[in-house]
């Protein structure tokens, strides 16, 4: 819950798995409603937004259950009225379409592309494009279909699950056009859409993350420097 003098490590709800309770887009920071205070001030010191508190279908798991970008969410098909209706205010919100339910679990994205799991259907990539404004396009990243775990995207670079294929690699450079590298968080974990929240004002990661794993993010996400 607390981070060090400048260190941008955290945890949210007690945890180091940042990307799971939380979601961060250009626009929004979207954190469950018992985020301590040290975490609330670290979320808007280095990413430039001061983070809002919600949670999404009675849940706190924020950030698994919510995709967004600067121009809307697509939420959990769970998600209630009163969840759409309190993001309104941040874009368009939409429930995904389908029987897949972890929307932030599923979609990787920025403000220009989403890659997402192969088995969303064709109406649920329509929901996407729509909704977000983006090119969709489905794939895996380190043979997961959890694209939206696996891997961080900002409008600046991609950091991508370590077992990223070359075709895997080429596919994210076609449709993001950005810097792609491999890392991992919070001590070697490769999911490390679980453990960054980013946008292009910079990052935080898990509590666990190390020294270098940092290093890792800052080059690739481009905040080296």
């Known amino acids: 819950m607390q981070a060090n003098g400048s260190d941008k490590r955290l945890k949210i709800a007690g945890s180091s798995l940042l990307g799971v309770f939380a979601c961060c887009t250009e626009e929004a920071v979207l954190v469950p409603p018992e985020t301590a205070p040290e975490a609330m001030a670290t979320l808007e010191r280095w990413l430039g937004i001061s983070p809002v508190k919600i949670s999404v279908a009675s849940s706190s798991v924020v950030g698994s259950l919510i995709c967004g970008n600067s121009r809307g969410f697509i939420l959990t098909p769970h998600a209630g009225d009163e969840d759409l ?11 995904l379409p389908g ?3 972890a929307a932030g679990n599923v979609i990787l994205a920025n403000d220009t592309a989403a890659m997402i799991h192969p ?8 929901s996407i494009s729509k909704i977000l404004g983006v090119d ?3 794939g895996t990243i380190g043979g997961l279909k959890t694209v939206g775990m696996t891997s961080a995207v900002t409008n600046r670079g991609v950091l ?6 070359e075709a895997e690699l080429a596919e994210l ?15 070697g974990s490769p999911l490390v859409g679980s453990g960054v929240l980013a946008n292009s004002n910079g990052y935080v990661a898990g509590d666990d993350t190390t020294g270098p794993e940092l290093g890792r993010i800052e080059d ?4 080296m420097g």
């Open 85 to 95: 209706a309190r993001l309104s205010s941040f874009g368009k919100a939409a429930r």
């Open 99 to 101: 029987k897949i339910s």
């Open 119 to 126: 088995g969303l259907s064709d109406r649920a990539c329509e």
């Open 136 to 138: 969709v396009r489905r």
């Open 160 to 165: 991508a699950h370590p077992r990223l294929s």
């Open 173 to 187: 450079e076609d449709l993001f056009g950005l810097p792609v590298d491999v890392g991992t968080v919070n001590f």
């Open 220 to 223: 690739t996400l481009g905040f």
